[in-house]
């Protein structure tokens, strides 16, 4: 079981940054694929983009490549989110997720799951 808390959403312009966290208290997560989604109001939960257990591998969603950046640093139990010139289409629920496996783009291969933090970008 590996249990999952996502922090540094908030409220920001659009063209802003911020930094999304994921911290795990379970040493086993640095063997895991970690994953961000994202869920706006009204809409499906969609991949926003991850990275394999050791760094290795980066993936990201068309919309937010170039913008984004996924980093992780297992001595912290952390994986982070960048988010660069955000845009009020970046407005959403974001959430992490781990797998103990490969790094997918479907929601339903991830065994666990942050409460998701929210993000809020105004025009």
């Known amino acids: 079981q590996v249990h999952l808390a996502e922090s540094g959403g908030g409220l920001v312009q659009a063209g802003g940054s911020l930094r999304l966290s994921c911290t795990a208290s379970?040493?086993?997560?640095?063997?895991?694929?970690v994953a961000w989604f994202r869920q706006a109001p009204g809409k499906k939960r969609v991949y926003v983009g991850g990275?394999?257990?050791?760094?290795?591998?980066?993936d990201y969603a068309d919309s937010v490549t170039g913008r984004f950046t996924i980093s992780r640093d297992n001595a912290k139990n952390t994986v982070y989110l960048q988010m660069n010139s955000l845009k009020p289409e970046d407005t959403a629920l974001y959430y992490c997720?781990?797998?103990?496996?490969?790094?997918?783009?479907?929601?339903?291969?991830?065994?666990?799951w942050g409460q998701g933090t929210q993000v809020t970008v105004s025009s």
């Open positions: 997720a781990a797998v103990e496996g490969a790094l997918v783009p479907r929601e339903s291969e991830y065994s666990y």
């Open positions: 379970e040493r086993s997560f640095g063997n895991c694929a």
């Open positions: 990275v394999t257990w050791n760094g290795g591998v980066k």
